[in-house]
């Protein structure tokens, strides 16, 4: 069990760098949708025995990450009819290298921490913090707001993966419960990315500086 | 009697062999576009033909530009005859032979733009410049997958290095030290070797005014390096040293010519990629190359 | 059950507002939510009702203790709300009615939220509730407040997530079996993961402290306050930072039970202070009256955080100081927004005389600008005193002097701009006052009424109240 979910954390971290390294909007989009689709299948592959609500769970987020938002955001860059490059704040190479020197110093951190002993093998939390440390990267190094929209799914893309450490002592309800607000969450951004559009013209988030002492 | 025997069958074999496999990618490029191609032979024709023709040297180079193709050939050669060869050792081993291996291509590759340089021509000279800063790039990523390797076998000889397989993180190395023999050898995404566009060039801007038994040099190296790059790579990733000789011979030819076929398949499937992007592509190669490090070194720690 | 009855009362209104056909009446949905609120709230205020011990959700101390106050805000907004949309009849109010009583429901779940996940998702649910709110008035400045808001504040809230499962991993760690109630947690105390607690803490104050806005996350405020409508401003000033403030507290508590009250006491300090710090030097030099209250409202959660930080009866004072900052920001806001829409701008550049404009208003304007700056005798007066009391009793004097320091800067500030606003003439060239405007008794009683509040309860604070507060801070530090 153990093994096949470090393979899908590994594969998570990983498009954490391709996403860092990727110069163009639409794949940066699919990149984000791909993530949420590994992490969707790892409840099946925690849970020893399947429950009707784990494989919801599991449906519910690859549903909503894999498909719905990744749709939304690309309906919202259609309209918006925007130039596809990403315009970096940070480069993509310092963020590649920056977002490397993230993942390890996540694995370094996930082996200081105290963890359960089952979950001593596992690199979910080193997964987590790595994937927080990408969106917050991301969010902070680009210019295009579907881009920052991606970095924020992104970064909760890892706080999913802490969370399921809990995924045993948590209530389904309230797992629902943040899921759902999640997706609602990226709905109105999406739709606010739209608004932005129609109001400036843009969805360069450098122009939006009207407001300032 | 034997060794000096065999030291010359395998000097034959690299010299050989080597052209075939620029032969090889031709054909597989040519099949996924469905057409037929030149023969698989080709390049050996072509170096019988350059080395019948004469040389034409610009009035301002000096002898460098003799000079730098020939000795990166040697060097190629020399560096070819320190890896070993699945079942065969190398005809040259002590500790600390993979150092010279790195310093060997390292040599062709000075080499080679020195010869370039020596045209004084802006062109091959902005050729060079761009040979050596990719270089710079791959070659940490080389690095780090030797390192790799060596903390591994806990060796610096290679063929020691080279017997086990690379452990967990297999996957990250196999696909880092693609990505650095796609670099090396001018390969696409990198650089197209079909291209004659001055500004998509890499390698091949360096070699234009060299004609003749030198040209014939210089593209007979590239298959060697080939080649060489090939080989490490499938015995860096497959536990050859655990097989029986003619498995792990087998084994061997299979995945260079896997090898071989690959870079052709990545030829048809992708556009060289921009030239900006270029950097990034090998720091990814060099991160791989890394996380494999790690991998190892956290494998070896508990 | 009377208690869920504060959170299902307003999603039921609202979906009834959403619902409701008439533009016209439609607002009276918010007054009459807020009366039939502020009533169960008072009721349960003095006749408490027991909170099972692992329940989700209960009118605890805690919560008994804050949220009337939040409620009577509410209600003085949804009174103002009233001639406000008929002011902007030419907006459909539909979801801005909806999304306000909405956002009262998740702001009392939030309040009485037992359980780490639960505070997690009514809070969440507030800050998304806010955003139809943010960009009523439809203009590019209003998307530009609201994208930064959503985009700080909903990091901020992603960071909580991650604190709140830090936590939840704590106690699992520690042996718990993954009850995460804040009672539940409280109980094991010591046995938690002391790594984990210490990360969750970092990572929930830095994600409620978003919400609350301490500096340095507070860059979203002035931007949101400053473009959203007066009533907004007033609810999230008073309650939207209440709400993450409750969070904050809720968490300090497990925390310290967990044997690490010292640290975060020590993080609430210096944030606290910075936070006054900061606000009162953007303070001094703001030209914008409704970025002014944001500033304010910066301060006043530093102060807040600063009671909190100090203890005991200085966390008791913090409770007090909650009321007045209610009262006291959720007047000056509705205020603001008659003057704004007097004068029809906000900077000091383009206003200038409103006592002759609006006599009215500015004469509340300044009443809630003395009550704000805790002149005598207002009830944030008492409120600091007794955070400065308790200052200079526990805390080393340098907090003292710091405090008293941000607080006579921020005075500076804040008359320097209020007197530059209301004084004078106004300028010839000043834009022809909106027609419709006029000062009626509809948008100036409920001002008046919250400050008359914030006199009342400085002067004579009832003793059901301090009751309450006390019953919190026993709740929240149990001495054994």
């Given at each position: 069990m153990n093994q096949g979910l470090n393979l899908l954390v590994g594969l998570a971290m990983g498009l954490n760098l391709v996403a860092l390294g990727t110069g163009r909007l639409p794949s940066l989009i699919r990149l984000a949708a791909w993530q949420g689709v590994v992490l969707g299948l790892m409840p099946l592959v925690i849970e020893a025995e399947w429950r009707v609500m784990t494989f919801v769970v599991a449906t519910a987020t690859v549903v909503m990450k894999g498909l719905v938002i990744p749709a939304l955001l690309r309906r919202a860059m259609r309209t918006a009819n925007?130039?596809?490059?990403?315009?970096?704040l940070i480069g993509y190479l310092p963020s590649l290298l920056l977002g490397a020197a993230g993942m390890i110093g996540a694995v370094a951190v996930a082996q200081r921490m105290p963890l359960l002993p089952e979950h001593h093998e596992s690199l979910l939390v080193a997964g987590a913090l790595a994937s927080v440390f990408s969106g917050l990267l991301l969010l902070l190094g680009r210019a295009k707001a579907i881009s920052q929209v991606c970095g924020y799914l992104i970064l909760e893309n890892g706080i999913y993966l802490f969370g399921l450490l809990l995924i045993h002592s948590t209530p389904l309800l309230v797992e629902g419960g943040i899921l759902l607000d999640l997706t609602v969450a990226v709905f109105v951004i999406g739709i606010i990315v739209d608004r932005i559009q129609r109001a400036f013209d843009t969805l360069d988030t450098r122009k939006l500086t009207v407001l300032r002492e | 009697m034997t060794t000096v025997l065999e030291g010359v069958v395998r000097l034959g074999v690299w010299l050989l062999v080597a052209p075939l496999l620029p032969g090889l990618i031709c054909k597989v490029k040519a099949w996924m576009a469905g057409r037929r191609g030149p023969p698989v032979l080709q390049l050996y024709y072509d170096l019988a033909k350059l080395w019948r023709k004469g040389v034409v040297v610009s009035t301002l180079a000096s002898p460098g530009f003799v000079a730098g193709p020939a000795v990166a050939w040697v060097a190629v050669l020399g560096a070819a005859l320190l890896l070993p060869l699945g079942p065969l050792d190398a005809m040259l081993s002590f500790p600390g032979d993979v150092l010279l291996l790195i310093y060997l291509l390292a040599l062709a590759r000075f080499a080679t733009a020195w010869a370039a340089l020596e045209t004084g021509s802006a062109f091959e000279g902005m050729g060079a410049a761009r040979e050596v800063s990719f270089a710079v790039l791959a070659e940490a990523a080389v690095i780090t997958a030797i390192l790799t390797l060596s903390w591994k076998?806990?060796?610096?000889?290679l063929p020691t290095m080279l017997e086990p397989s690379a452990g967990p993180g297999t996957v990250l190395l196999a696909v880092g030290l693609f990505t650095v023999l796609l670099a090396e050898n001018c390969r696409v995404p990198f650089d197209d070797p079909n291209t004659h566009l001055e500004l998509t060039m890499i390698h091949e801007v360096m070699v234009l005014d060299h004609s003749g038994p030198l040209l014939a040099a210089v593209l007979h190296g590239a298959a060697m390096k080939l080649l060489l790059f090939a080989a490490l790579l499938v015995q860096a990733v497959l536990p050859l040293g655990e097989l029986t000789a003619p498995a792990a011979a087998a084994a061997l030819i299979a995945g260079v010519l896997l090898v071989t076929v690959a870079v052709g398949l990545v030829e048809s499937w992708l556009a060289r990629c921009a030239f900006r992007r270029v950097p990034l592509l090998l720091t990814t190669a060099f991160l791989l190359c890394v996380f494999a490090l790690l991998t190892a070194w956290n494998g070896g720690a508990t | 059950m009377s208690e869920l009855l504060l959170i299902l009362g307003p999603l039921g209104a609202a979906i009834g507002a959403a619902c409701w056909p008439d533009e016209r009446t439609r607002p009276w949905f918010l007054p009459v939510t807020g009366l039939v609120h502020a009533l169960i709230a008072f009721g349960l205020l003095l006749w408490p009702p027991a909170t099972p011990f692992?329940?989700?959700?209960g009118y605890d101390p805690l919560a008994r203790a804050v949220l009337p106050a939040v409620s009577l805000l509410f209600l003085a907004c949804a009174a103002y709300g009233v001639p406000y949309l008929r002011l902007r009849a030419e907006r459909p109010n539909r979801l801005f009615v909806a999304s306000f009583l909405a956002g009262l429901g998740l702001l009392s779940a939030a309040h009485m939220a037992r359980h780490l996940g639960v505070l997690w998702i009514a809070a969440e649910a507030v800050t998304l509730a806010c955003v139809p709110l943010l960009h009523f008035n439809n203009t590019p400045r209003a998307f530009e407040a609201t994208w930064k808001y959503l985009l700080v504040g909903g990091t901020g809230i992603a960071l909580s997530l991650l604190g709140s499962f830090c936590l939840g991993y704590a106690s699992l760690h520690g042996g718990g079996a993954g009850d995460l109630t804040f009672t539940a947690l409280m109980a094991q105390g010591p046995g938690l993961s002391r790594p984990w607690v210490l990360i969750a803490w970092v990572l929930l104050v830095v994600g409620y402290g978003t919400k609350m806005g301490l500096a340095p996350m507070h860059t979203w405020k002035p931007d949101a306050y400053g473009e959203a409508p007066g009533i907004v401003g007033a609810m999230l000033a008073g309650g939207v930072t209440t709400v993450a403030f409750t969070a904050v507290l809720r968490v300090r508590a497990v925390v310290q039970a967990a044997g690490a009250g010292v640290v975060a006491d020590r993080t609430l300090l210096a944030m606290g202070l910075f936070s006054m710090l900061l606000a009162a030097l953007f303070l001094l030099s703001t030209r914008d009256f409704k970025r002014m209250l944001a500033y304010s409202s910066v301060e006043h959660m530093g102060i807040l955080s600063l009671g909190a930080a100090l203890g005991g009866p200085g966390l008791w004072a913090a409770f007090f100081h909650v009321w007045n900052n209610s009262l006291t920001k959720g007047a000056l806001f509705l205020t603001a927004g008659n003057l704004r829409r007097a004068a029809g701008g906000r900077t000091l550049d383009e206003v200038r005389g409103l006592s002759l404009l609006t006599p009215r208003s500015a004469m509340l304007f300044v009443a809630g600008l003395l009550a704000v700056t805790a002149c005598p005798p207002f009830g944030p007066f008492f409120s600091e005193l007794l955070i400065l009391k308790r200052a200079l009793a526990a805390g080393p004097p340098w907090v003292a002097g710091a405090f008293l320091g941000c607080l006579l800067l921020a005075f500076l500030g804040l008359t320097r701009l209020v007197f530059a606003v209301v004084d004078g003439r106004p300028p010839k060239a000043a834009r022809p006052m909106d027609p419709r405007f006029r000062e009626t008794v509809a948008i100036l009683l409920p001002p008046l009424g919250l400050l008359l509040l914030a006199l009342g309860i400085g002067l004579a604070t009832p003793e059901v109240l301090r009751e309450a507060w006390t019953a919190a801070l026993r709740q929240l530090a149990p001495t054994p």
């Open positions: 925007i130039d596809r490059d990403l315009d970096p | 076998s806990r060796s610096l000889s | 692992h329940a989700w959700l």
